[in-house]
């Protein structure tokens, strides 16, 4: 594999997995980036490359599926009522109990994203329920970005007379 190539798959992961990204950072032409990223990654050296990459960072980073999988299930079931609540008045308050966010189990508060002081008062911004959904069912084969046109059932239309056919098609 060429230092290029090499290249191109570092800054791949370092480009969260954007192809024309790391064909440009990796010296390819931008005018033809989304293709030759394509092509690297369809060859089978690039694909030994990049999980042994990952694999590294894995171990540098000391990161296992299970500790993943465990942060983004406690992200998806994180719920805004564990912190806040609606008075009979309609204000919005934190729970009962609650004086200070070190009151909250750290189960909580590391889901929080943000915390910002507004006009209106303190923004608290949660991190994203339905990414952390989307990864799970990624990680779990339940999700995909792409449809695979080849997975659709055709229905079986060979035993059907011409004349069948042709009212079949004036229906759709």
Known sequence: MT???KKFCREFIKNKFNGTNAAIAAGYAVKSARCKASQILA????QEYLATLQEELKEEFNINAK????????ISDTNIADIFEIDSGGAITLKTGVVKLSDLPREITKNIKS???TA????IEMYCRDAALRDLAKIAGLYSETINLNDVRQPDLSGLTIQELKNLAKAN
């Open 67 to 74: 500790e993943l999988v465990d942060e983004f299930r406690s």
């Open 115 to 117: 915390i910002k002081n």
């Open 43 to 46: 060859s089978e050296e690039a």
């Open 3 to 5: 230092e290029q190539r």
């Open 120 to 123: 209106n008062g303190i923004a």
